[in-house]
């Protein structure tokens, strides 16, 4: 299997990968309950105006006594002043992480692993779909499309969420919409006053009209098994394998491929992933425990 990465360097040439360097939380802001996005900026105003990271990539973040966690950079790639991730309360890391205020100092290293086909889909429609907090790995997609949106054709997300209040970035909609992203939103369960869909994302991508499939890209993040119903769902609408792209979410501990945590197959999710072309791993997301 040929797995083709598509790497950008660490923060400098050559950089130590396992060296961590000092930030500090610029800022706080919460997202829904559980979920916040905490804006992080280097001690070291060299490293801050040096750093670069691809859509898709990711930082290891490190709280003394509390231990390590892979969290999906969620900003803009073009900004240089600090760095967003949007995190949600899962584990002893992220629960520290929560307990935090601004100004205080963390660990970061990174950045880490492959990134979303930006350049293959120059010219081509594109459609995200996302689920849940999946939608945090996409917002530098999203931001990479809005800002250079004459080089692409038609931008549909569709997102599906619990319920209308666990609907991520939902105050940024309309500045996305009027910058040009079609949006289409879905919830599993309605609430008092909810007038939009209801049902698993993938109704989203069935009823899409705006859908060429000879000219489409289609990036996924969310739930392994929601992936796997919105590939079917894609590849029933004329999508081949290869114009898909899914990030996969395994236990990231090393970040270069080394402890063996997010091994997949053949594999090793935190320097050949977490995005790949479907056609890369289908036959690994068939194997049952893998």
């Known amino acids: 299997m040929s797995l083709q990465s598509t790497h950008l360097p660490n923060i400098n040439s050559g950089a130590n990968p396992w060296q961590t360097h000092t930030v500090s939380i610029r800022s706080i802001r919460q997202e829904i309950d559980g979920v916040a996005t905490y804006d992080l900026t280097f001690r070291d105003a060299a490293l801050q105006e040096s750093y670069r990271f691809a859509p898709g990539q990711f930082n290891m973040l490190y709280l003394p006594s509390a231990g ?6 969620s900003d803009d790639p073009k900004r240089t002043d600090s760095l967003a991730h949007t995190i949600r309360v899962a584990g002893n ?3 520290s992480l929560a307990g935090m205020s601004v100004g205080q100092t963390l660990g970061l290293r990174g950045p880490f692993g ?5 350049a293959q889909s120059v010219g081509r429609d594109v459609v995200i779909v996302a689920g849940g907090i999946g939608l945090a790995p996409l ?3 999203i931001h990479t499309l809005l800002n250079e949106r004459r080089q692409f054709g038609r931008l549909n997300l569709l997102y599906g969420a619990r319920s209308p209040d666990t609907i991520l970035y939902h105050d940024q909609y309309d500045d996305w919409t009027r910058r040009g992203l079609i949006i289409h939103t879905t919830v599993d369960r309605s609430q008092a006053g909810w007038l939009g869909n209801v049902g698993v994302v993938t109704t989203l991508l069935e009823q899409l009209r705006t859908f060429d ?5 289609l990036l996924c993040c ?3 098994v929601m992936m796997r119903f919105t590939v079917l769902a894609a590849m029933s609408r004329g999508l081949s394998p290869q114009q898909i792209w ?5 236990n990231m501990q090393c970040a270069v491929g080394l402890c063996g945590h997010c091994q997949l197959g053949p594999a090793f999710v ?4 977490p995005i790949f072309r479907y056609d890369q791993i289908a036959s690994l997301l068939d194997v049952e425990g893998l």
């Open 68 to 73: 390590e966690i892979a969290i999906s950079i």
């Open 93 to 95: 890391v992220t629960r």
């Open 114 to 118: 492959t990134s979303w086909p930006m």
């Open 139 to 141: 917002r530098p997609v």
């Open 213 to 217: 499939p000879r000219n489409t890209i």
């Open 222 to 224: 969310g739930p392994e």
């Open 246 to 250: 899914i990030s996969m979410e395994r």
């Open 270 to 273: 935190c320097k050949d992933g």
